[in-house]
Protein backbone atom coordinates (compact mmCIF):
# COMPACT_ATOMS: atom_id res chain seq x y z
CA UNK A 1 0.00 0.00 0.00
CA UNK A 2 1.49 3.40 -1.09
CA UNK A 3 2.21 5.81 1.67
CA UNK A 4 -0.57 8.71 -0.24
CA UNK A 5 -3.24 5.42 0.50
CA UNK A 6 -2.44 5.00 4.31
CA UNK A 7 -2.36 8.76 4.85
CA UNK A 8 -5.83 8.74 3.20
CA UNK A 9 -7.31 5.51 5.41
CA UNK A 10 -5.94 7.21 8.28
CA UNK A 11 -7.42 10.53 8.07
CA UNK A 12 -10.71 8.88 7.09
CA UNK A 13 -10.37 7.11 10.18
CA UNK A 14 -9.96 10.08 12.18
CA UNK A 15 -13.24 11.62 10.61
CA UNK A 16 -15.23 8.79 11.84
CA UNK A 17 -13.82 8.61 15.26
CA UNK A 18 -14.26 12.59 15.56
CA UNK A 19 -17.76 12.47 13.74
CA UNK A 20 -18.62 9.33 16.59
CA UNK A 21 -17.47 11.21 19.50
CA UNK A 22 -19.55 14.33 18.29
CA UNK A 23 -22.32 11.73 18.02
CA UNK A 24 -21.61 10.40 21.74
CA UNK A 25 -21.37 14.10 22.89
CA UNK A 26 -24.43 15.51 21.60
CA UNK A 27 -26.38 12.35 22.80
CA UNK A 28 -25.10 12.74 26.71
CA UNK A 29 -24.44 16.67 26.76
CA UNK A 30 -28.07 17.35 25.28
CA UNK A 31 -30.18 17.23 28.19
CA UNK A 32 -27.12 19.15 30.18
CA UNK A 33 -27.49 21.96 27.82
CA UNK A 34 -31.35 21.79 27.70
CA UNK A 35 -31.53 21.91 31.52
CA UNK A 36 -29.51 25.13 31.37
CA UNK A 37 -31.95 27.08 29.09
CA UNK A 38 -34.43 29.62 30.07
CA UNK A 39 -36.35 29.17 33.41
CA UNK A 40 -40.22 28.58 32.61
CA UNK A 41 -41.76 31.33 31.70
CA UNK A 42 -45.60 32.06 31.49
CA UNK A 43 -46.44 28.71 30.52
CA UNK A 44 -44.97 25.42 30.94
CA UNK A 45 -44.49 21.99 29.17
CA UNK A 46 -44.08 18.97 31.49
CA UNK A 47 -43.61 15.47 30.05
CA UNK A 48 -44.84 13.13 31.40
CA UNK A 49 -42.24 11.67 34.48
CA UNK A 50 -39.50 14.00 32.99
CA UNK A 51 -41.10 17.35 34.70
CA UNK A 52 -41.17 20.56 32.96
CA UNK A 53 -39.15 20.29 29.07
CA UNK A 54 -36.89 23.45 28.92
CA UNK A 55 -38.19 27.03 27.98
CA UNK A 56 -36.23 28.46 24.69
CA UNK A 57 -37.61 31.80 24.24
CA UNK A 58 -41.01 33.51 25.29
CA UNK A 59 -42.87 35.98 23.05
CA UNK A 60 -45.51 38.34 24.63
CA UNK A 61 -47.73 40.39 22.48
CA UNK A 62 -50.58 42.62 24.44
CA UNK A 63 -52.61 44.81 22.52
CA UNK A 64 -55.18 46.60 24.72
CA UNK A 65 -58.59 48.77 23.18
CA UNK A 66 -59.93 50.76 25.85
CA UNK A 67 -60.92 48.11 29.15
CA UNK A 68 -59.84 44.89 26.43
CA UNK A 69 -56.94 42.91 25.69
CA UNK A 70 -55.72 40.49 23.51
CA UNK A 71 -52.82 38.52 24.07
CA UNK A 72 -50.71 36.28 21.85
CA UNK A 73 -48.13 34.25 23.74
CA UNK A 74 -45.23 32.50 21.45
CA UNK A 75 -43.41 29.42 22.95
CA UNK A 76 -40.99 27.28 21.87
CA UNK A 77 -39.99 24.41 24.10
CA UNK A 78 -37.50 21.62 23.10
CA UNK A 79 -37.40 17.87 24.54
CA UNK A 80 -34.02 16.94 25.32
CA UNK A 81 -34.53 13.58 25.94
CA UNK A 82 -34.06 10.47 23.46
CA UNK A 83 -37.63 9.05 23.48
CA UNK A 84 -40.80 11.05 22.59
CA UNK A 85 -42.50 12.11 25.35
CA UNK A 86 -46.02 12.51 26.00
CA UNK A 87 -46.79 16.41 27.89
CA UNK A 88 -49.16 18.77 29.40
CA UNK A 89 -49.39 22.02 28.45
CA UNK A 90 -50.35 24.91 31.19
CA UNK A 91 -51.00 28.64 31.48
CA UNK A 92 -52.00 30.77 34.19
CA UNK A 93 -54.61 33.30 33.35
CA UNK A 94 -56.19 35.99 34.48
CA UNK A 95 -60.03 36.02 35.87
CA UNK A 96 -61.68 36.22 33.06
CA UNK A 97 -59.62 35.56 30.37
CA UNK A 98 -60.68 33.12 27.38
CA UNK A 99 -58.63 31.40 25.25
CA UNK A 100 -59.50 32.18 21.64
CA UNK A 101 -57.34 29.76 19.53
CA UNK A 102 -53.69 27.45 20.20
CA UNK A 103 -51.39 26.42 17.38
CA UNK A 104 -48.45 24.01 17.74
CA UNK A 105 -45.74 22.96 15.27
CA UNK A 106 -42.92 20.05 15.74
CA UNK A 107 -39.15 21.02 14.98
CA UNK A 108 -39.67 22.62 11.24
CA UNK A 109 -43.67 21.36 10.45
CA UNK A 110 -46.23 23.11 9.77
CA UNK A 111 -48.34 25.31 12.73
CA UNK A 112 -51.76 23.17 13.04
CA UNK A 113 -54.74 24.50 14.94
CA UNK A 114 -56.42 22.13 17.65
CA UNK A 115 -60.02 22.31 17.27
CA UNK A 116 -62.21 24.62 19.39
CA UNK A 117 -63.94 22.09 21.75
CA UNK A 118 -60.27 21.25 23.35
CA UNK A 119 -59.59 24.99 24.64
CA UNK A 120 -60.64 24.08 27.62
CA UNK A 121 -60.09 26.76 31.20
CA UNK A 122 -60.27 25.47 34.44
CA UNK A 123 -60.73 27.46 37.67
CA UNK A 124 -57.91 27.79 40.22
CA UNK A 125 -58.22 27.64 44.08
CA UNK A 126 -61.31 29.82 44.69
CA UNK A 127 -59.71 32.40 47.18
CA UNK A 128 -56.94 32.78 44.24
CA UNK A 129 -60.12 33.61 41.60
CA UNK A 130 -57.42 32.30 38.81
CA UNK A 131 -58.00 30.30 36.32
CA UNK A 132 -55.41 27.66 34.07
CA UNK A 133 -55.04 26.47 30.24
CA UNK A 134 -54.40 22.61 30.48
CA UNK A 135 -53.79 21.21 27.23
CA UNK A 136 -52.55 17.61 26.71
CA UNK A 137 -50.42 16.89 23.53
CA UNK A 138 -49.39 13.96 21.83
CA UNK A 139 -46.07 11.89 21.83
CA UNK A 140 -43.27 14.95 21.02
CA UNK A 141 -40.10 13.95 19.16
CA UNK A 142 -36.94 13.39 20.94
CA UNK A 143 -34.37 16.25 20.44
CA UNK A 144 -37.30 18.78 18.51
CA UNK A 145 -38.49 21.84 19.30
CA UNK A 146 -42.11 22.76 19.75
CA UNK A 147 -43.77 26.25 19.17
CA UNK A 148 -46.75 26.66 20.51
CA UNK A 149 -48.91 29.98 20.08
CA UNK A 150 -51.88 30.86 22.52
CA UNK A 151 -54.25 33.64 22.01
CA UNK A 152 -56.60 34.62 24.75
CA UNK A 153 -58.50 37.76 25.42
CA UNK A 154 -59.07 39.61 29.17
CA UNK A 155 -60.57 42.42 30.80
CA UNK A 156 -58.20 45.47 32.16
CA UNK A 157 -60.19 46.30 35.26
CA UNK A 158 -59.94 50.13 36.83
CA UNK A 159 -58.93 50.41 40.11
CA UNK A 160 -59.65 54.06 41.85
CA UNK A 161 -59.26 55.38 38.15
CA UNK A 162 -56.13 53.47 37.95
CA UNK A 163 -56.43 50.79 35.11
CA UNK A 164 -54.68 47.27 35.55
CA UNK A 165 -52.98 44.54 32.80
CA UNK A 166 -51.70 41.70 34.43
CA UNK A 167 -49.86 39.63 32.57
CA UNK A 168 -48.05 36.07 33.96
CA UNK A 169 -43.94 35.80 33.69
CA UNK A 170 -41.80 34.18 35.27
CA UNK A 171 -41.88 31.78 37.58
CA UNK A 172 -37.25 31.95 37.64
CA UNK A 173 -35.31 34.54 37.04
CA UNK A 174 -34.92 35.20 33.41
CA UNK A 175 -32.60 37.76 31.42
CA UNK A 176 -35.02 39.74 29.07
CA UNK A 177 -32.12 40.06 26.89
CA UNK A 178 -30.39 36.82 25.79
CA UNK A 179 -33.49 36.29 23.45
CA UNK A 180 -35.57 34.28 26.44
CA UNK A 181 -37.94 37.19 26.77
CA UNK A 182 -39.68 39.79 24.70
CA UNK A 183 -42.95 41.47 25.59
CA UNK A 184 -44.33 44.36 24.41
CA UNK A 185 -47.63 45.79 24.87
CA UNK A 186 -49.68 48.29 22.16
CA UNK A 187 -52.03 50.44 24.30
CA UNK A 188 -54.85 51.94 23.11
CA UNK A 189 -56.80 54.08 25.53
CA UNK A 190 -59.62 55.83 23.89
CA UNK A 191 -58.62 59.02 25.64
CA UNK A 192 -55.11 60.88 26.55
CA UNK A 193 -52.84 58.40 28.75
CA UNK A 194 -51.84 60.46 31.64
CA UNK A 195 -49.51 58.43 33.17
CA UNK A 196 -47.64 54.74 33.01
CA UNK A 197 -46.09 52.46 35.68
CA UNK A 198 -45.31 48.98 36.13
CA UNK A 199 -43.71 46.32 38.32
CA UNK A 200 -41.17 45.85 35.59
CA UNK A 201 -38.61 48.61 34.23
CA UNK A 202 -40.12 49.65 30.68
CA UNK A 203 -39.21 51.11 27.66
CA UNK A 204 -42.48 53.34 26.95
CA UNK A 205 -43.28 55.65 23.72
CA UNK A 206 -45.87 57.43 22.98
CA UNK A 207 -46.95 57.67 19.46
CA UNK A 208 -49.84 60.02 20.02
CA UNK A 209 -51.27 61.50 23.57
CA UNK A 210 -53.87 57.84 22.57
CA UNK A 211 -51.47 55.77 21.78
CA UNK A 212 -48.40 54.10 23.71
CA UNK A 213 -45.61 51.29 22.47
CA UNK A 214 -44.42 49.73 25.78
CA UNK A 215 -42.02 47.02 26.40
CA UNK A 216 -39.26 45.92 28.89
CA UNK A 217 -36.52 47.88 29.53
CA UNK A 218 -33.09 46.39 28.34
CA UNK A 219 -30.69 44.89 30.11
CA UNK A 220 -32.80 43.65 33.20
CA UNK A 221 -33.55 40.44 34.75
CA UNK A 222 -37.07 39.42 35.05
CA UNK A 223 -38.13 38.52 38.62
CA UNK A 224 -39.72 35.69 39.31
CA UNK A 225 -43.75 37.24 39.40
CA UNK A 226 -46.59 38.41 37.13
CA UNK A 227 -45.92 42.14 35.09
CA UNK A 228 -48.00 44.42 35.90
CA UNK A 229 -48.99 47.41 33.58
CA UNK A 230 -51.02 50.34 35.75
CA UNK A 231 -51.84 53.38 33.71
CA UNK A 232 -54.34 56.58 33.97
CA UNK A 233 -56.48 58.32 31.47
CA UNK A 234 -57.32 61.85 31.31
CA UNK A 235 -60.84 61.35 32.50
CA UNK A 236 -59.44 59.70 35.72
CA UNK A 237 -55.98 60.91 36.46
CA UNK A 238 -54.62 63.36 38.35
CA UNK A 239 -53.62 66.46 36.98
CA UNK A 240 -50.06 66.52 37.51
CA UNK A 241 -49.57 62.56 37.25
CA UNK A 242 -48.20 63.37 33.58
CA UNK A 243 -44.41 61.53 33.72
CA UNK A 244 -43.62 57.89 33.68
Known sequence: MSTATTAHAASSLRRRGLLFVGFVAALFLLPAMAAMAAQPIAGTLVGGDSGELPSLKTEIRADIQGDRAEITVVQVFINPHRQAQEACFRFPLYRDAAVQEMRLAIGDGA????????????KTAADEGGQEFVQRLAALPPGQAVRI???YRQTVPTFRGTHELVLPLATGSVDATGGQLSLEVALH???????????HALKAQPRSPWAWDIGLAPGQRVAPGDFV??????EAADPEGLAL
Not at 111 to 121: C, D, F, G, K, Q
Not at 189 to 199: N, Q, Y
Not at 229 to 234: E, H, N, S, T, V
Open 229 to 234: LRYQLA
Open 111 to 122: ETSLPEAALRVH
Open 149 to 151: VLR
Open 189 to 199: GGLPVRSVSSS
